[in-house]
Structures are given as structure tokens and as C-alpha cells.
């Protein structure tokens, strides 16, 4: 006997624990391709800085030593994004779609795609983007307050940078890397990016929580 469409969608519920429908189906597909553009978008971000030597008098100092540009990758602050807007299921489930595109269907990562990235060091991060979603989604169930935003977004954050910096140290160590190449591979993929990530990832939390409002007037 054939499984009818709503018979099949019951079991899928059962067995994954959400709600499929072609209105939450298209809106995971999105976010994922929405984490597949923040991928390869890189902008610049100027602010300014207090030098670490401004009190010392035998340093005279341009107006440049008071600006510093860092290139962001957003992919972490979408993340969060999508954690904060579809849920912890659905957006795990977003994120899952990302990942398995990018490991045998379409090469969605950095540096390509396929089976192989696996033994990729940045693929700890890849990994870390589902703990880190489902942490922050659990914090953001009791509501989207100051205080619970930026507990997640802390959580969050560090969960996929702490990720990634094991599974770095780990097949560092398969390959007997040496520890000046360790140590400058986090500080790049983390050390300062983890603050630059914080904010950006609360500020797309706080965009998250009017399109829920603005997904639940449409849907």
C-alpha cells in the first residue's frame, strides 16, 4: 500500500523530530544556501583602536595607528542567524543540508568540497556550526532578551571556535605539524575573529527576531 504524502511527513516527524512542510522545507533550503553565500562574502570592517603604546612618549603616532581594518567572513554570525530564526531543529537541520551538500553533492566550503575535506583543519568549524546552533537555540527558547541573546551568542560563538580549534589540534597532530604552525593557524581562525563573531552575531540575532515576527504574519 502506497504512503501517502501526509502519512509520510508524519513518520519523518517522528523520526527527526520536526514539522516537515514545502513552507519550512523551501525556508531551510534557503538558509542553507544563505550559509553557502556567506562562505565565499568577505568585506572589510574599519573601527577604531586605542594603541597598545599611546602612553608611551617616545612613540609619536599617526592618525592611522588609531584605525584597524579586518576582513570578515560572516559565515558564523549566519549561522547564528539561522539558529536564532528557524529554531534548534530546523536549524539544525539547515545546517545538516549544508554540510552533506558540501561533502557529496556541491563543493559550498572554502576550499571546495567532497568526501576529503574531512581532513580539511577548518572543517572543525563546519562541524562546531551544529552545537553551536542547538546551545544557542536552547538558550533562545526562553525568549529573545538582552540578557539571553547575548548568553547564546557567547555560547554560541565559543562552542564552534573551541570546536574547530580541537579538531585542528587534532589532525595537526596526525600530521605532526609543529607548534609555531598550530598556534598561528587559531590565532588566525580565532584569537581576535571570536570577538568580531560575537557582534555581528548578535546583531543578526536582533534581525532574526523581527523576521520570526514578520515569518509568523506571512506563514
Known amino acids: ?11 519523518y516527524r517522528q523520526i527527526f523530530g520536526i514539522r516537515l512542510s514545502l513552507g519550512s522545507i523551501m525556508l531551510m533550503v534557503f538558509c542553507a544556501f544563505l550559509l ?27 592618525p592611522v595607528d588609531f584605525l584597524k581594518t579586518v576582513t570578515i567572513i560572516p559565515q558564523i554570525p549566519v549561522v547564528m542567524f539561522i539558529g536564532a530564526l528557524l529554531g534548534r531543529k530546523y536549524g539544525i537541520t539547515s545546517i545538516l543540508m549544508y554540510i552533506i551538500a ?5 563543493p559550498v566550503f572554502a576550499l571546495g568540497g567532497g568526501p576529503g575535506y574531512i581532513f580539511e583543519y577548518g572543517f572543525g568549524y563546519i562541524i562546531g556550526y551544529v552545537p553551536g546552533v542547538f546551545l544557542a537555540g536552547t538558550i ?5 532578551t538582552y540578557k539571553n541573546i547575548l548568553k547564546a551568542m557567547l555560547i554560541g560563538v565559543l562552542t564552534i571556535h573551541l570546536a574547530g580549534a580541537f579538531y585542528m589540534l587534532f589532525l595537526a597532530g596526525l600530521k605532526h605539524e609543529g607548534i609555531d604552525f598550530i598556534k598561528g593557524y587559531i590565532m588566525a581562525q580565532s584569537g581576535l575573529k571570536i570577538v568580531y563573531d560575537f557582534i555581528l552575531s548578535f546583531l543578526m540575532v536582533l534581525v532574526a527576531k523581527y523576521a520570526r515576527i514578520l515569518l509568523w504574519i506571512f506563514m
Do not use: C, Q
Not at 533562545?140 to 529573545?144: D, M, P, S, T, V
Open 1 to 11: 500500500m502506497k504512503e501517502s504524502d501526509a502519512e509520510r511527513r508524519l513518520r
Open 36 to 62: 553557502t553565500l556567506a562562505t565565499f562574502i568577505k568585506f572589510n570592517l574599519t573601527h577604531y583602536i586605542i594603541p597598545l603604546d599611546i602612553f608611551d612618549e617616545s612613540v609619536i603616532h599617526n
Open 102 to 106: 558540501g561533502l557529496f553533492i556541491i
Open 140 to 144: 533562545l527558547k526562553n525568549g529573545f
